[in-house]
């Protein structure tokens, strides 16, 4: 297994540049996440996807659209970049067990290796 | 105040040495606790989940004190290789997946 895979593993963008960061997993997981990492910030979560066919914000959306085409990919969008946007990109899955929603359980996210991105 | 917080360190200890981390979370729904650990410029991997009881892998202890807020991290017999940045991660639950992430804290194992 893979695990989680993404693409490209660096990238250097013009301010006003568009691009797409691709992630794939093979673990089967229904939930997929995509967070950005700055220093001194830790990791900020952009968007999630609890399954094939949603898609939902987390703490930093703006700026970004993300495609969950199905069960093993979930990408990320930038329309427009700006420098604010430099920035390590990971993508993450996780199962959730049962009984998630009521409290229970725990679940493991598996990270990609990241994206470093320059906007420049 | 910062949903979970984290001295950044960085922690320099010598081989052989115990080390302890702690992470304080602000909200008390708080669900899910989480140890992980990042090398330098890799992704974060799983080190342990934290349970109520406490819980221990090896030279790694993990504690809960959900009246004070707060978890812990013990590292007994350091090695060089457990030099890395260790990440608390807390989980709410309820009908929306919110993970929050510590901004970790450093540790130099040194010979």
């Keep these: 297994n893979a695990g989680v895979t993404q693409t490209p593993k660096f990238q250097v963008l013009k301010t006003g540049q568009s691009m797409t960061l691709q992630c794939a997993q093979d673990m089967n997981h229904n939930s997929m996440y995509w967070y950005r990492q700055d220093p001194g910030m830790g990791l900020r979560l952009i968007y999630y996807s609890a399954s094939e066919g949603t898609t939902d914000k987390g703490e930093v959306p703006n700026g970004y659209n993300v495609s969950r085409l199905n069960k093993r990919e979930f990408s990320l969008r930038l329309e427009s970049a700006a420098p604010s946007q430099t920035s390590v990109y990971f993508c993450a899955s996780s199962e959730v067990l049962q009984g998630w929603l009521q409290g229970e359980g725990q679940e493991t996210q598996y990270f990609g290796p990241g994206t470093r991105l320059l906007v420049l | ?111």
């Design chain 2, 1 to 111: 105040r910062k949903e979970v917080e984290q001295d950044p360190g960085p922690f320099n200890v010598p081989e052989g040495a115990t080390v302890a981390f702690n992470c304080t979370y602000s909200n008390s729904a708080s669900q899910s606790f989480f140890w992980y650990r990042q090398d330098c410029r890799k992704e974060p991997k799983l080190l342990m989940s934290v349970y109520s009881s406490g819980n221990e892998d090896g030279r790694f202890t993990a504690q809960l004190n959900r009246a004070s807020q707060y978890i812990s991290l013990l590292i007994r017999d350091s090695k060089l290789s457990d030099s890395a940045t260790y990440l608390c991660v807390v989980h709410l639950a309820g009908g929306y997946q919110k993970v929050t992430f510590g901004t970790g804290t450093k540790l130099q194992v040194i010979p």
